[in-house]
C-alpha cells in the first residue's frame, strides 16, 4: 500500500486528491507562513510547500508527503486569506472586472527526495457593485480562502471566466501532481 500523507488540512485538497483514487491520509502541522521575499514568487511559493511538508516528512520518512500552498496576485501584490470581512469586500471590490492570477505550489517529498511546481491560472472576474459582493460574502466561503473567493462554489458567481486550470484556483493541480507521483514516485492512480 502507499504510504502517502497529505500535509494540508483543506477540505477541498482531500476531495481532488481522493480523485486520484490513490489511498492517502491527511496530517498536518501548524507553521509560521513566511514568503522569503528574495526569491521570484514561484520560488516563494513552492518554499512555503515545503515548509508545510518538511514536518510531516521528518516525522515519516519513508512516506510520500504533499505540501500545498495557494496565492493570488493582483497587479503585483501578493495577497493571502482575509483579515475578515472587510478585508474579504475591499479584496472582492478590487478584483471587479479585473484579472488576477492564481497560483497553486506543491511540493512532494520522499525522504531526501523533492519535486516541486508550480501552476498559474489567470481569473477575470466579472464588473461587480458593492451589493453583489456583500451577497456573496453572505455565503461566508471567503473565510479561510486566498483572494476571499471559491471560485467552486458560489464564488463562481463573481468570475467571467479563467485561463488555466480550474483545480489550481481551488487549490491543487490535480493533474499536475498526478504526472509527478506516476512518473517521480512510481504512483499509479
Known sequence: ???IILASLSPRRRELLSQLGVPFRVESTNIEEIMDDRLPLDLRLE???YQKALPIARLHPHAIVI???TIVCFHDQVLGKPKDYQDAKRMLL??????????TSITVLQGEKRVSF?????????????KQVEAYLAYNEWQDKAGAYAIQGAGDML???YVGDFYTIVGLPV???????????DIEA
Open 118 to 130: 508550480t501552476s498559474k491560472t489567470e481569473v477575470v472576474f466579472k464588473i461587480l457593485d458593492e
Open 94 to 103: 478590487m478584483f471587479s472586472g479585473e484579472s488576477q492570477y492564481v497560483y
Open 159 to 161: 468570475v467571467d471566466h
Open 47 to 49: 518554499d512555503l510547500a
Open 175 to 185: 493533474e499536475q501532481l498526478h504526472k509527478v507521483l506516476k512518473e517521480e514516485f
Open 67 to 69: 505540501g500545498a500552498d
Open 1 to 3: 500500500m502507499n504510504n
